[in-house]
């Protein structure tokens, strides 16, 4: 049993020792991180605005009359997790934008949250990036109740079954600038989803179906001639010559043999 204790103590040290002071609470972000360049909407209308590019996106976030704002994300097991968010940035209701460098702008990461620390009881947008793949975005609605925009990629798109997913539904949506832009008036759900396609997909997608329905039409045709060669050998044998009368009624063919 001492043993046990020993090692569960020793395990314990280890995990403390290697720096992973999420695990028991929260740590600072890196600062050369939170002050990493990029660019964000701030005309926005919206109470949360996402970017999305490449490898990457942007969001812009209204708060008011806050000290903190939570990021944060949701695993497939429906676990809250943290995010690496960077170039952090607070822009004011009279167009000032601040950044950590220049301001007591910070951040700090547990296991479940991401929580910016503003500069005191403030009003307006903040600001970060975070690094992504793939071709859909996930991310819980951090506004409760707020209206929101995301702007897609350009070259993509959504809206096409199979290919695309958009969550919730009661969006709107147009292309600006050659992207996709998808606005909520307000989203009362707890995640917003979409997943998009390449312009590139379409082609393939399209491609891809043409050929299905060649196929398809080609097996008809080969199908059918093949019943109609086997009809036509049926006949030179001599068998099915005679079709039978669906309406025929056994009352019509007279009394049994050896009854007339």
């Known amino acids: 049993m001492k043993r046990r204790h020993l090692l569960l103590v020793a395990v314990l040290a280890l995990v403390a020792l290697s720096g992973c002071s999420g695990f028991f609470g929260s740590e600072e972000v890196d600062p050369e991180r939170l002050n990493e360049n990029a660019s964000y909407d701030w005309n926005t209308s919206a109470d949360g605005t996402i970017v999305i590019e490449e490898s990457k996106y942007t969001a812009v976030y209204a708060v008011e009359n806050e000290t903190t704002f939570d990021v944060y994300t949701v695993d497939?097991?429906?676990?809250?997790?943290?995010v690496p968010i960077?170039?952090?940035r607070f822009r004011y209701a009279n167009g000032t934008v601040v950044s950590p460098a220049n301001s007591s702008l910070s951040a700090s990461e547990s296991r479940q949250r991401t929580t910016?620390?503003?500069?005191?009881?403030?009003s307006g947008k903040v600001g970060y990036s975070v690094a992504r793949t793939g071709?859909?975005?996930g991310s819980p609605t951090l506004v409760e109740d707020g209206s929101y925009t995301v702007v897609l990629p350009p070259n993509t798109g959504a809206g096409i079954p199979f290919l695309s997913r958009i969550s919730p539904g009661g969006y709107e949506s147009e292309t600006v600038d050659?992207?996709?832009v998808i606005r909520w008036d307000e989203v009362t759900s707890d995640q917003i989803v979409v997943r998009y396609y390449l312009d590139r997909d379409l082609w393939l997608f399209g491609g891809l179906s043409a050929?299905?329905?060649v196929i398809g039409v080609v097996g008809t045709l080969y199908y059918y001639r093949q019943l109609q060669e086997v009809i036509r050998r049926r006949k030179e044998a001599g068998i099915d010559l005679e079709e039978d009368d669906g309406d025929d009624d056994p009352r019509d063919r007279g009394p049994p043999p050896g009854m007339r």
């Open 211 to 213: 050929i299905a329905t």
């Open 76 to 82: 497939g097991l429906g676990r809250e997790r943290s």
């Open 86 to 88: 960077s170039a952090l």
């Open 116 to 122: 910016v620390n503003l500069s005191g009881n403030v």
């Open 135 to 137: 071709k859909r975005f």
């Open 178 to 180: 050659g992207q996709q």
